[in-house]
């Protein structure tokens, strides 16, 4: 599910990290051998490199969510050129690959569109021969129930979607979801663009299963939801951080990862973990069934889950990270980066916050009646 920092501290970072980012140049070395990208940033070789014959990728992922030194150091380094589109919903990316989206060759789906993907047959088994990455990887993101034993999926990244203020101009702390129906709130919210997420928050608020089936439970929280969305400004998964660091809104439902960029931005932001507990998430690689591109599909994904290249994602995308290779790598080379991640109970958050966390699942033949409400709720029907 995810997004950017300044662009002036990319620039400082990019400046410092340099040379440390495959290990530093080496003195006296062949320093034309060295792939640099447009940002000045010096590619760290593949560890393995394999071989890869095919001539492009082709990537459909999630906006915002990946660095753009990964793209230009695959493409130096392997001669692959990337083909990169995006989306800013689960369902738009499933809508698109139902019909007939078989030339990608990798995707970014979230916990709950797994399973459907899984079972509709959309998904290629990953040959795990091909792929380095798991050993990198923290063993808590790993055997989830959408994916027992991972055989479709590798974790990208995770996050909670919970609240977040501007304690500089909101009056009144929110601290549970119910409370974004507050009447002083109105006109200033925003929240993410995720039909699951806030129907799931509004069954939440009525003591309901984020993944209930019941009908009659679903129209109650028809009617509630129906009540908030004028209160709400905007709904946004392109970038939710961006209207509340402007100051168009002053608080909203966002993920964890833009909660942390709005509070670097501006330290007025507070993260609220709701009383009702968060809604809990994990990204996940998955390659579609019909890549055409498969070596070089894996190959993008040992390559850049590197520690010495995953690392970037605590720049650009400061969500939970469960590649344990990148995070030691940059508590050792980019501390500037590590130390403000690790010690944020965002990016860090508290054990109560992950145990009381609603993990949305598939649910089935009640897909059409969620979607049904979100369409009517967001036309005003």
Known sequence: MRNILSKLFVVVVVASLALTACG????????????????????????????VTSKEFNLFVWTEYIPTEWKECFEMVYGVKINHDEYSANEEMYAKLSAGGSSYDLILPTDYIVSLMIRNGMLHKLDKDQLHVFDKLDSAYLDQEFDPGNEYTIPYEGGLDAIVYNSDVVKTAPTSYADLWNPEYAGRITTVDDSRVIIGMTLLTLGYDVNTKDPAQLEEAKAKLAQLVPSIKLFDSDSPKTALIAGDVDLGVVWTGEAFTAFQENPAFVFVYPTEGSVIWQDNWAIPAGAPHLDATYAWINYTMQGDLFYLMLRDFPYLNPNRAALDYAKANAPELYEPFANSPITNPPLEALTSAHRIDDVGDATPLYDQIWTEIKGGN
């Open 24 to 51: 530093g140049a080496k003195s006296g070395g062949d320093s034309s051998a060295q792939k640099v990208t447009s940002s000045g940033f010096v590619c760290p070789e593949p560890n393995p490199k394999m071989e």
